[in-house]
DNA sequence: GGAGCAGTAG
DNA sequence: CTACTGCTCC
């Protein structure tokens, strides 16, 4: 028996709406210590993982390792059905081919029961090597959104070029080009909320070149955490990481695209 | 060279949307005085003509006269990646074929580039008569807007009869009809905004229909200026004025629609 | 001015 | 069936 609860279901329906677009399916690896969720976009560009761990849990019991395998557009459907304000709570038996969703109100009032079938899903699943990045910059995750938003209208590969001074947004394209520089923010800083803050560590500068499509797609995220992360390498895959308090993160990958000429 | 400057950059997006939606394309012309635009719309019904002081502007030069042909769709999506507080710089050289837009947010803490490739765009400049109007109507610009967003619900033609006391904006369809009377404010009114007000000059009463499309048009300039001023004539075309403090102003001329009845 | 929805296009 | 864009409501 797997059982979960969490205060604000909301969260629940933006993650699952923030993977939505990328992965079709995928298997909720459900664990004494939290649950975790992998998956590839279909053309192997991308990853997704989600790590949620069970402290972010109202309750948490999991007696014993289970894999729930979601069709995403179909818990997003039954997620609609959840009140802005509701307590979420999700259940699964052991050998059960279904999951269910119960939706409550604050007071009780409303309580929502939806039994999603699961699905088996085939899928290894992929050890993200803990590597050393030569850049991490952290701002404003919806700065970095508005950032992707804007750049593709203007040609679809952002460069992200970083300096320790500095993060630099290129982007190239039939009508004419631009970049946006973002200076890092002076340590010195007193006023303003450390979240609007722009941060970059850097080991050695780093210049990259990404689909814009897939960082716009991992902006859905937005909503679910004030900052956002960018770990950069040569030749490495991009990370994007919204961490939420207390409950886990969710980190994008992308594969750079290496110059063609 | 030509170099200028604007405190607001946001002022200058919003009158390159005003622009927009009525021409596709046209060319800056921008000489020691500042910078004016023309064009028609494609059916050439309508004409926006724009001009910029160089008094409006906090840094301007220009050597020598030059011509900056410009897409607005393009430039458009150039100046969505201004911030809302930026500063704005244009560039262009005197033989360039791309002029250069620099958005600075206020603490210079993020500094964007962006080149734009100009068009090569032949257009007579039109030669605007400064006539003598029989009716010119000074009100509120968000008043004019709603009046014309409002009465498009009923039919695509107003009727705009002025007379000293009052300028009534009426409109007719199959679900019936409607008109609008706006009476001159009192002289005497001390309290409240000026650009409250609505002010009546006539020569003589005028009465002429216009098709609201184009009006709904004119009044994405509303942002640019509290008040508006709609000048008239008889079977010549009414004027729709923005004035900017400082920088100049906008305006749009429409054809009248002849009654074929 | 932004967000959510619906309608369209791929 | 899904993703984007335009529109309308907030």
Redesign the pocket.
């Known amino acids: 028996m797997f059982e979960c609860a969490l205060i604000q279901g909301e969260l629940f329906r933006k993650l699952i709406a923030s993977v ?3 992965v ?1 399916d995928g298997n909720f690896m459900c664990d004494a210590n939290g649950i975790s969720l992998q998956g590839m976009d279909s053309s192997h560009v991308a990853l997704v993982a989600l790590a949620l761990k069970k402290e972010g849990f109202v309750e948490y019991r999991c007696d014993r390792d289970v894999t729930l395998g979601i ?1 995403f ?2 818990l997003a459907k039954m997620l ?1 059905c959840m009140g802005a304000k509701d307590r979420l709570s999700i259940r699964a038996q052991d050998e059960g081919d279904s999951a269910s969703f119960v939706f409550e109100s604050e007071d009780s009032s409303r309580v929502s029961n939806f039994e999603l079938k699961l699905m088996q899903i085939d899928q290894e699943q992929l050890g993200v090597p803990e590597t050393q990045y030569k850049a991490v910059i952290r701002m404003p995750s ?1 700065e970095f959104q508005r950032i992707c938003k804007d750049l ?2 203007i040609g679809d590969t952002v460069s992200i070029s970083v300096t320790k001074e500095a993060v630099k947004f290129s982007v190239g394209g039939d009508i004419g080009s631009g970049d946006m520089s973002l200076r890092q923010s002076e340590s010195g800083d007193v006023d303003g909320d450390d979240s609007e803050k722009v941060m970059i560590e850097l080991e050695e500068p780093v210049q990259q070149n990404f689909a814009l ?1 897939y960082l ?2 991992f902006t859905k995220a937005t ?1 679910l955490s004030k900052t956002v992360t960018l770990s950069l390498g040569t030749d490495m895959p991009l990370v994007t990481e919204y961490k939420m308090d207390n409950l886990g993160s969710i980190r994008y990958y992308l594969a750079p695209k290496i110059d063609e000429e």
Chains 1, 2 share one sequence.
């Open positions: 939505q677009d990328l079709q069709n557009a179909n609609k919806s593709s209208a499509r716009n797609n909503a």
